[in-house]
């Protein structure tokens, strides 16, 4: 497994989703219904991304970590599952109001799962899109407790207008919403759970009203955790990569690209997202222009590959600490 992988998308239909999956990212989508979510790298129960280049095409990502723990992870501990989701968002609606767990709530839940410690990165921003981002200063679980009984969580909620190019990070436990206009990168944690604490009195396709997780909820969240301000992007020893993110669970760099320049080769596996421009790879089984909205995984035993932006181009790297 010694050549970049590309996977195959596979989208989500949530009630809060548009197209622009297809008419900013250049995704596949079936040509009616609106399209929330693209995951691009998922190796989570069912939910597997195929292989869809060179000798490898059509394995699943859960049967390269069983078969090829080494040549992924390389001196990173193997793990029994690929411990990294990356995903596409579209948010033409606002999300619930929710919060995940962390590791160690996630591991008693029926089944158990991973926490979810998450980053976005905004791709684009209508004029007066909303992010919900942890709650107010001094907000008690009472008074969260009253608010969700009387209607009133928004109140609770510190609200920002993110503006493209901002990163926030957004630990577990943390209570949190995209609002609609949004269109999103996110580097997560591997897992899908999720408690609802307020769902804007909507109804879902089945005209019934999704179901909320209040108890849950109120006992996941961190109240002594506060608002989420935007990352300042901290400068690194290359010029071209600033840093994000850097936690227990990733590391989220940007880069602005032009010209040539190798990306991986640090013993670790390196998943790359190109969010603006154009880049072409020296490596034989990625021999395609990459745009907008590709992704790709670059297996530690890879090592390193040139890439060469063919024009001014933005993309984030994205790997274990």
């Avoid at 901002?166 to 609002?179: E, N, R, S």
């Avoid at 996941?220 to 901290?234: A, K, L, M, S, Y």
Wanted: glycine letters at 8%.
């Amino acid at each position: 497994m010694n050549y970049p992988l590309i996977f195959e998308p596979t989208f989500r239909d949530y009630i809060w989703g548009g197209r622009r999956l297809a008419t900013v990212l250049g995704k596949p989508l079936p040509a009616e219904g609106d399209f929330a979510e693209s995951w691009e790298i998922v190796d989570h129960g069912d939910d597997q991304s195929i292989v869809a280049n060179g000798p490898l095409k059509g394995k699943t990502l859960g049967t390269l970590v069983k078969d090829f723990p080494q040549d992924l992870f390389g001196s990173k501990p193997a793990t029994g599952t690929f411990p990294l989701l990356f995903k596409f968002l579209d948010a033409n609606r606002d999300l619930s109001i929710q919060v995940h767990p962390d590791d160690v709530m996630g591991a008693t839940l029926d089944p158990p799962d991973l926490g979810k410690t998450e980053a976005w990165y905004i791709l684009d921003a209508e004029p007066g899109a909303k992010v919900y981002v942890g709650l107010k200063d001094e907000v008690t679980r009472e008074a969260l407790a009253e608010a969700v009984a009387t209607n009133k969580v928004i109140d609770c909620m510190h609200v920002i207008e993110p503006k493209t190019g901002d990163c926030l990070f957004i630990p577990a436990k943390t209570v949190h919403a995209l609002g609609k206009g949004l269109l999103v990168a996110e580097i997560q944690q591997a897992s899908n759970t999720t408690f609802r604490l307020f769902d804007w009195n909507r109804v879902g396709a089945d005209g019934k009203p999704r179901p909320l997780h209040v108890d849950q909820s109120l006992n996941t969240i961190d109240f002594e955790r506060g608002p989420v301000e935007p990352r300042v992007p901290q400068p690194t020893s290359d010029p071209v990569i600033s840093r994000l993110v850097t936690c227990e669970k990733f590391v989220l760099d940007r880069w602005k690209l032009e010209g040539r320049k190798s990306i991986g080769g640090t013993d670790k596996f390196h998943i790359v997202a190109i969010l603006e421009g154009k880049i072409r790879t020296s490596h034989a089984q990625l021999d395609q222009a990459l745009g907008k909205g590709s992704t790709f995984l670059i297996p530690a035993k890879c090592g390193p590959i040139q890439i060469n932006a063919v024009q001014p181009t933005v993309l984030l790297d994205m790997y274990l600490p």
